[in-house]
């Protein structure tokens, strides 16, 4: 399924296609703002207005916008574009790999992630420990090698930038990154995207130039609520509208299919509280493989719950046992385990602390 189209931001779009017009378009970038404003997105767009064969004139627009048609712009839209590079925090592979194979596995799991991007309007923020480790850059700084592979540009859209990290014994390709934004390759745009900007390194601050993406006006989260989401009843999007607060991704994550992981780990605790019985059959009705997405994401509900029972009082040492056992359970996830048997072992220890 392709990403749904860029709303609003017409002024930052206009200003960007008329930088590029007139070849003043800065080779780093920070796209700052609220969370779900569409930072990502509006990268995307700018890298797809790079790569178009046919840009357009819009209604009322500047020349030079995505024509959103060409193969170019699809591929942008797929997420397969080869020349557009799009970097999101991952989970750190296992230590004991060689650097090269760490490479590798921070390769995979980023083809993961952006898969699910791919099947999903939605994504989440990004969980706790992902980041943009040292083995992503040096990702980062193999594909900057490349000569483009089907136009003239190569974009690095690099999401939630304030999670680039860097670590210590890793200085040279932490370098080599803050020089390529420095003086990028004369092909290359870096577009990063950031809610937290203070937080991310002063040394990289210095090497973009920061962009302020606003909230939408409520008629235009309207407008893809009606259009994007097919609502029809005007009561409902006049609710979902105004608890979004000019932010789409908050728009989508009130709609149906968020709160799946919380009915997950509902489901879950409801099948703790039952007996052995229960809690095998929830535990088999687990997928056998692939303990990272879906299964992570319920054991992260979970621990939402847990913690919410905490802070609501009651015993309260009981509660923290019961999160350090998922904690547990969350760290094997990450690794190559059958989620039956995690949650099996979870739901046996969940039961004894009863
Ligand atoms: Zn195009």
Redesign the pocket.
């Given at each position: 399924m392709p990403i749904p189209p860029l709303y609003g931001h017409e002024g930052i779009r206009n200003r960007l296609v008329g930088a590029i017009a007139s070849g003043r378009l800065p080779q780093a970038l920070l796209l700052e703002g609220p969370r779900g404003v569409g930072k990502q997105r509006l990268g995307l767009w700018l890298a797809?207005a790079l790569v178009?064969?046919?840009?357009v004139n819009g209604r009322g627009r500047e020349k030079g916008e995505?024509?959103?048609?060409?193969q170019?712009?699809r591929l942008v839209l797929n997420v397969s574009h080869p020349d557009v590079h799009w970097f999101v925090p991952v989970e750190p592979a296992k230590k004991g790999a060689d650097a090269d194979k760490q490479v590798d596995l921070a390769a995979e799991a980023l083809a993961e992630q952006l898969a699910a991007r791919r099947e999903r309007r939605l994504y989440e923020p990004p969980s706790g420990l992902a980041s943009h480790g040292i083995a992503s850059v040096r990702l980062m700084l193999r594909r900057l090698a490349l000569k483009p592979a089907l136009g003239r540009h190569k974009v690095f859209l690099i999401g939630d930038a304030e999670r680039l990290v860097p670590q210590t014994g890793a200085e040279a390709a932490a370098n080599a990154l803050l020089k390529a934004l420095e003086e990028p390759p004369a092909d290359t745009v870096f577009v990063l995207t950031s809610s937290e900007p203070d937080a991310l390194l002063p040394t990289i601050l210095s090497r973009v130039v920061r962009v302020r993406v606003a909230r939408n006006a409520d008629s235009i989260v309207a407008a893809f609520a009606q259009r994007e989401l097919g609502l029809k009843s005007q009561r409902d999007i006049a609710e979902r509208v105004t608890s979004a607060d000019g932010s789409i991704g908050k728009l989508l994550a009130s709609g149906e299919g968020a709160g799946g992981t919380g009915q997950a780990a509902e489901a879950f605790l409801g099948a703790v509280a039952g007996g052995a019985v229960q809690r095998y059959g929830f535990a088999l009705r687990q997928t056998p493989f692939q303990a990272r997405g879906g299964f992570t994401a319920m054991l992260d509900g979970l621990l939402e719950q847990l913690r919410a029972r905490a802070r609501a009082g009651g015993d309260t040492a009981r509660a923290v046992e019961a999160i350090a056992h998922t904690l547990d359970a969350r760290e094997l996830a990450q690794g190559n385990v059958n989620p039956q048997l995690v949650t099996a072992v979870l739901a046996d220890e969940l039961a004894e602390l009863k």
């Amino acid at each position: 399924m392709p990403i749904p189209p860029l709303y609003g931001h017409e002024g930052i779009r206009n200003r960007l296609v008329g930088a590029i017009a007139s070849g003043r378009l800065p080779q780093a970038l920070l796209l700052e703002g609220p969370r779900g404003v569409g930072k990502q997105r509006l990268g995307l767009w700018l890298a797809q207005a790079l790569v178009c064969e046919r840009p357009v004139n819009g209604r009322g627009r500047e020349k030079g916008e995505p024509c959103g048609e060409c193969q170019p712009c699809r591929l942008v839209l797929n997420v397969s574009h080869p020349d557009v590079h799009w970097f999101v925090p991952v989970e750190p592979a296992k230590k004991g790999a060689d650097a090269d194979k760490q490479v590798d596995l921070a390769a995979e799991a980023l083809a993961e992630q952006l898969a699910a991007r791919r099947e999903r309007r939605l994504y989440e923020p990004p969980s706790g420990l992902a980041s943009h480790g040292i083995a992503s850059v040096r990702l980062m700084l193999r594909r900057l090698a490349l000569k483009p592979a089907l136009g003239r540009h190569k974009v690095f859209l690099i999401g939630d930038a304030e999670r680039l990290v860097p670590q210590t014994g890793a200085e040279a390709a932490a370098n080599a990154l803050l020089k390529a934004l420095e003086e990028p390759p004369a092909d290359t745009v870096f577009v990063l995207t950031s809610s937290e900007p203070d937080a991310l390194l002063p040394t990289i601050l210095s090497r973009v130039v920061r962009v302020r993406v606003a909230r939408n006006a409520d008629s235009i989260v309207a407008a893809f609520a009606q259009r994007e989401l097919g609502l029809k009843s005007q009561r409902d999007i006049a609710e979902r509208v105004t608890s979004a607060d000019g932010s789409i991704g908050k728009l989508l994550a009130s709609g149906e299919g968020a709160g799946g992981t919380g009915q997950a780990a509902e489901a879950f605790l409801g099948a703790v509280a039952g007996g052995a019985v229960q809690r095998y059959g929830f535990a088999l009705r687990q997928t056998p493989f692939q303990a990272r997405g879906g299964f992570t994401a319920m054991l992260d509900g979970l621990l939402e719950q847990l913690r919410a029972r905490a802070r609501a009082g009651g015993d309260t040492a009981r509660a923290v046992e019961a999160i350090a056992h998922t904690l547990d359970a969350r760290e094997l996830a990450q690794g190559n385990v059958n989620p039956q048997l995690v949650t099996a072992v979870l739901a046996d220890e969940l039961a004894e602390l009863k």
